[in-house]
């Protein structure tokens, strides 16, 4: 049987692991961050600055992890469609990143950035440019729906406060 990932996207401090921790206790799956995999794999590669000194070289960390390190064959990935670069531009993960993990769906998180900039300034003790971090929304949202019409799987776009029976719906529906 082929591994299934759910892919959980959306900016820092929008909600994911909140969302995936719950999702993967109501549904008995595993939830792996896209960047503790890369961790695992590469030391060092983010900062509190929330920035990547080399996003597509990352992501080939990401695929190699996944393939050494996971082997269970239906899981919870979250992770970005688009991140801070060294030069803290917006930029986006590579096509190719998406179409080797091929997920079987995308679940893709938004807010008001003002609640994600109070999450990521309790979380982290830091504050950041609410312009950068609503653009940088407005992207993932773009390139999301830009990566699952190419890759042709379901797209759930969620908002943090809204009801959760939608995704546990289309969950229960692939899996």
Same mark, same amino acid.
């Given at each position: 049987m082929k591994r299934a990932i759910f892919f959980v996207a959306g900016i820092h401090g929008v909600g994911k692991s909140t969302l995936c921790k719950k999702i993967s206790k109501l549904h008995s799956l595993p939830h792996y961050s896209a960047s503790e995999l890369?961790? #695992?794999?590469?030391? =060092?590669?983010?900062?509190?600055?929330?920035?990547?000194?080399?996003? =597509?070289?990352?992501?080939?960390?990401?695929?190699?992890?996944?393939?050494?390190?996971?082997?269970?064959?239906?899981i919870i990935l979250d992770g970005h469609f688009c991140l801070f670069n060294k030069d803290e531009e917006i930029e986006r993960i590579p096509t190719q990143t998406f179409m080797d993990l091929s997920p079987c769906a995308v679940i893709l998180m938004?807010?008001?950035?003002?609640?994600?900039? #109070? #999450?990521?300034?309790? #979380?982290?003790?830091?504050?950041?440019?609410?312009?950068?971090?609503?653009?940088?929304?407005?992207?993932?949202?773009?390139? =999301?729906?830009?990566?699952?019409?190419?890759?042709?799987?379901?797209?759930?776009?969620?908002?943090?406060?809204?009801?959760?029976?939608?995704?546990?719906?289309?969950?229960?529906?692939?899996?």
């Open positions: 890369i961790q #695992r794999i590469r030391s =060092g590669t983010y900062s509190s600055k929330k920035v990547s000194q080399n996003v =597509g070289k990352n992501q080939n960390f990401l695929i190699t992890a996944i393939n050494e390190l996971v082997s269970e064959q239906t938004h807010d008001e950035i003002s609640s994600v900039m #109070r #999450r990521i300034e309790n #979380r982290d003790n830091t504050k950041h440019s609410t312009e950068r971090f609503a653009a940088l929304q407005s992207e993932e949202i773009l390139y =999301g729906k830009k990566i699952t019409e190419k890759l042709n799987i379901p797209l759930l776009i969620f908002n943090f406060n809204d009801d959760e029976s939608e995704i546990h719906n289309l969950i229960n529906t692939i899996k």
